[in-house]
């Protein structure tokens, strides 16, 4: 796939456990969100990335824990997780370029929390 | 902040009969408005978007259009066809300062169903 990849496609974790999710965008974008997708709700804005540095965090609790070494990759630190938080995990990207600002998404992960 | 709401939650329509798909939101400072398609076990694509200096736009047989006033824009897709089934997602979002940061606010998905 071109574009935006997300690894892995699907992750099945324990409460205990610590994984981390991976995005990679190859559009030469230089900002990066991560939304959260669960069933019957509308994607949730989790973080956004801009030329690496954090500028939103919706209230995400602190077991999710994000990263985003350059302005190609972003993670999700993801550790103690819940039940709850078991959802499709989205990245996009876009370039924050006026008037652009066109979101490409990445394909997901989906979490389940056992 | 802002909030963006879609209806229906659900859409069924004979294949060639055309869907309309509406949302509000409440920030009155938002002016890009993106519609995203997401096929079943797929990534959500864009598929049309409009800007608030604009009050509707056209590709092909999907529309948008906008009413500023009222903070209300619509879908339009006319001469529906099975692959046009699909979750529906409206979103709205507005520049934060000189820097052009934006983060989309999403509204709840339509779920269009069409029938052959």
């Known amino acids: 796939e071109t574009g935006v990849t997300q690894t892995p496609r699907h992750l099945v974790m324990g409460m205990t456990n610590k994984k981390s999710l991976k995005c990679e965008q190859h559009?030469?974008?230089?900002?990066m969100y991560w939304y959260k997708q669960s069933a019957k709700k509308p994607l949730e804005l989790m973080f956004v990335?801009?030329?690496?540095?954090?500028?939103e965090n919706n209230s995400v609790p602190s077991r999710f824990s994000p990263e985003c070494p350059n302005s190609s990759h972003l993670f999700l630190h993801l550790h103690t997780l819940q039940p709850e938080d078991s959802a499709l995990y989205l990245c996009a990207s876009s370039q924050k370029t006026r008037p652009q600002e066109t979101q490409y998404f990445g394909p997901g992960t989906r979490l389940l929390v056992l | 902040g802002e909030n963006v709401e879609q209806h229906p939650s659900t859409l069924s329509v004979q294949e060639g009969d055309s869907a309309v798909i509406k949302c509000t939101y409440s920030?009155?400072?938002?002016?890009?408005f993106p519609w995203y398609k997401q096929e079943l076990g797929k990534r959500p694509q864009l598929i049309i978007d409009i800007r608030s200096n604009v009050g509707e736009k056209k590709d092909q047989r999907i529309a948008v259009t906008l009413n500023k006033t009222a903070k209300h824009f619509s879908l339009h897709i006319t001469e529906t066809q099975p692959e046009d089934s699909a979750v529906y997602f409206c979103a709205a979002s507005k520049e934060r300062g000189d820097t052009g940061r934006r983060a989309l606010t999403f509204g709840s998905g339509t779920r269009l169903q069409v029938q052959p």
């Open positions: 920030d009155s400072a938002s002016n890009y």
């Open positions: 559009l030469g974008h230089n900002a």
């Open positions: 990335y801009s030329l690496e540095e954090r500028v």
